[in-house]
């Protein structure tokens, strides 16, 4: 099968992977549609924790099942996404609720073979099956939405709170419209690129401004219930402890793996603030599979480029250079298909 392969150093390479015998309790599926996330360019560029090399990435995918081994032959047909965490469910952090901390977890697309591919196996328990109304390319979002979701339950929005985003990627556009989903008034929006900016207004965010000093200085008077860090960027968290009201949470969504920025740490107990870190989907998904079916939430503004995977030089180009309208990559695995 056709696959797109990183190795690290941002060396990725279209390769022809042999599919191989299907594991027990698994499914093998027919992909789609697969978007590229920050995590993905990170582990290209080979900044990442727990993955292998040669690794086929991929996690946002959707598709159709066309294999399974063992019961569930009713998947076979069946329109799916699928989880991309299999834990043990017996450590103990499986055992405290939290499957994405597992001592002995398997990810697709960091520790096995992903979704950037012709097929992909996934766990039979990992699919989601999803309603005829929900088209395959909208669909490739749920993951990602799933994580905006677990994002705003974890800051436990209350409605009528006023939100600030910080980051205007893929998951801060679905951060955005998930606060509102909550209840809550997104009052800004921030991100250095103008065209995200734009973006961000366009899923509901009633102001954006850019990122650097100069913006945040403007910024000085304003005060917020909770403040999503979701670029990554280490000083970003800082400047979120500044836009937080008193006894205000800070969402610590996006993250570079070994970047670092000082913080003064008094401000936290002077403000009587939490800072609270978000990892993965949070087990989210029926949620986000039920809003983007009923439109709740809008994905145009994020699936900005699609390619094919014999694309993927220029592509990966324009994602990790942030280029101007550009904010999600899509393989389009059926090359040029129907998006249906």
């Not at 027919?30 to 995590?39: A, D, I, L, P, W």
Request: glycine share 12%; aromatic share 6%; net charge negative.
């Amino acid at each position: 099968m056709k696959a797109l392969q990183f190795s690290g150093n941002s060396q990725a390479a279209l390769v022809d992977l042999e599919s191989g015998p299907l594991q027990a309790g698994w499914a093998r599926v027919r992909v789609h549609y697969n978007s590229v996330c920050g995590s993905d360019l990170a582990l290209y560029a080979g900044n990442w924790h727990g993955h292998r090399y040669p690794i086929v990435p991929g996690h946002e995918w959707s598709g159709t099942v066309v294999e399974v081994n063992g019961p569930g032959e009713h998947w076979v047909g069946r329109r799916v996404i699928g989880d991309l965490i299999h834990a043990c469910r017996i450590c103990p952090p499986c055992r405290d609720g939290l499957p994405v901390m597992c001592q002995s977890l398997t990810e697709l697309g960091f520790t096995v073979n992903g979704g950037c591919a012709e097929y992909v196996d996934v766990p039979i328990e990992n699919l989601y099956a999803l309603p005829d109304e929900l088209d395959l390319a909208t669909a490739c979002q749920v993951e990602p939405l799933a994580v905006a979701l677990h994002s705003v339950a974890r800051a436990g929005i209350q409605p009528g709170e006023r939100v600030a985003v910080l980051g205007c990627g893929g998951i801060g556009l679905l951060i955005i419209q998930a606060a509102q989903c909550a209840g809550a008034t997104v009052a800004l929006a921030t991100d250095p690129i103008e065209f995200r900016q734009g973006a961000a207004l366009a899923v509901g965010a009633n102001q954006a401004s850019g990122a650097d000093a100069a913006a945040y200085e403007q910024l000085s008077h304003e005060r917020f219930d909770v403040v999503f860090e979701a670029s990554g960027a280490p000083q970003s968290v800082a400047q979120a402890l500044d836009l937080l009201r008193p006894g205000g949470r800070v969402i610590s969504v996006g993250y570079r793996v070994g970047a670092s920025h000082p913080i003064e740490t008094a401000k936290l107990p002077l403000l009587y603030a939490s800072l609270i870190g978000v990892m993965g989907p949070g087990g989210k998904y029926r949620e986000a599979i039920s809003l983007l079916a009923r439109g709740a939430v809008d994905t145009k503004p994020l699936l900005t480029d699609f390619v094919t995977l014999e694309g993927h030089e220029a592509a990966l180009a324009r994602a990790v250079g942030k280029k101007p309208g550009t904010i999600r990559v899509v393989f389009d695995l059926m090359e040029g298909g129907s998006r249906g």
